[in-house]
């Protein structure tokens, strides 16, 4: 399949969530649920399939392609797909991303590899071997805090000039270097990673953001981009004073299992909803706070 321009993928990006049951299979209908509730309820104009949210590093390379094939297969072209295809395994990645291409995706994304301590030399060449075997637009996701690995302007701009790279998703709280990017690189694409600081990065002009919890609040993330946008900047941060109180509490109960419960209790209701070991099931004290949140902070 033809190469998708990568380019026109702006606005909201929910994390695909993915449900599992008790044997770790992926929950087919309940996933189908999930996509279709972010395109229709939530309104979002793409998905970022494969992210840590899809508990995607708990995975097999057989069932990460079983869910860039669902997701594919139930959004057609109604939205922006985006397959998170990085890790630790360069060929991994490779592969995943030859495949999502295939099947049409908008463009790839590969986290900075992570757990040994790469030099900024190593990831670059990371980045090269994806591009020169990849057709297809690629999205850097640099997440310092959980990978290790830090890069400046002078990093990002090495990288900016590989062939195909065209953005970042930039999940940091370091203001000052998301506005020298942004100011240094009017032309590549940067996406909000923290969901919680989505109005401190609209001010900057972010194209968009990609995350967790716009599977569930896509709808007021939206309009903060939008507030932003209008030079509202009162409404808009009341509306990220409010989806804060709704992420602090889905943080404080566990965030994967607290979202995929909002979203049965919103009606995605299709088979289990559970975690990939290792991580723990929900307990009946985060369910009972789970209910909580959906009357009160959704
Ligand atoms: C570490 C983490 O989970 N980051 C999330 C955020 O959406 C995050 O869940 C949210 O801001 C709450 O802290 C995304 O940036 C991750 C993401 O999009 C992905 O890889 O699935």
């Given at each position: 399949m033809a190469k998708r321009?990568?380019?026109?993928?702006?606005?909201i990006i929910s994390a695909l969530l993915v449900p599992f049951d008790e044997e770790g299979r992926v929950n087919e209908a309940g996933l189908r649920q999930i996509i279709r509730h972010n395109i229709d309820e939530m309104k979002v104009d793409g998905l970022y399939v494969g992210g840590s949210t899809g508990e995607n590093f708990l995975i097999e390379t057989d069932v990460k392609k079983q869910i860039f094939d669902i997701a594919k297969d139930e959004s057609k072209d109604d939205i922006h797909l985006i397959a998170q295809v990085g890790g630790m395994n360069v060929y991994e990645a490779i592969e995943l991303g030859q495949y999502a291409t295939e099947l049409g995706?908008?463009?790839?994304?590969?986290v900075t590899p992570f757990y040994y301590k790469f030099s900024f030399a190593?990831?670059?060449?990371?980045?090269?071997?994806?591009?020169n075997?990849?057709?297809?637009?690629?999205?850097?996701?640099?997440?310092p805090v959980l990978t290790g690995i830090e890069m400046g302007l002078k990093e990002f701009e090495e990288l900016f000039a590989l062939d195909n790279i065209i953005g970042v998703k930039f999940t940091a709280a370091d203001f000052y270097l998301l506005e020298r990017l942004r100011h240094s690189f009017?032309?590549?694409?940067?996406?909000?990673?923290?969901?919680?600081?989505?109005?401190?990065?609209?001010?900057?002009?972010?194209?968009?953001?990609?995350?967790?919890?716009?599977?569930?609040n896509g709808i007021r993330a939206?309009?903060?981009l939008e507030a932003v946008k209008d030079n509202d900047l009162a409404k808009a941060r009341q509306l990220q004073k409010e989806s804060n109180d709704l992420i602090e509490a889905i943080l404080a109960n566990g965030l994967y299992p607290t979202l995929k419960r909002l979203l049965q209790l919103e009606g995605c209701d299709e088979g289990p909803f559970l975690s990939r070991k290792p991580m723990a099931s929900i307990t009946d004290e985060q369910l009972e706070e789970a209910k909580r949140i959906h009357e009160e902070l959704l």
């Open positions: 321009n990568g380019k026109n993928i702006k606005g995706y908008d463009a790839i994304s590969a190593e990831v670059k060449e990371y980045y090269q071997d994806i591009v075997a990849v057709d297809n637009d690629l999205i850097i996701y640099s997440i009017p032309d590549v694409l940067i996406y909000s990673g923290f969901d919680e600081m989505l109005f401190p990065a609209a001010i900057y002009e972010v194209d968009g953001a990609i995350g967790s919890t716009y599977n569930v939206r309009g903060i």
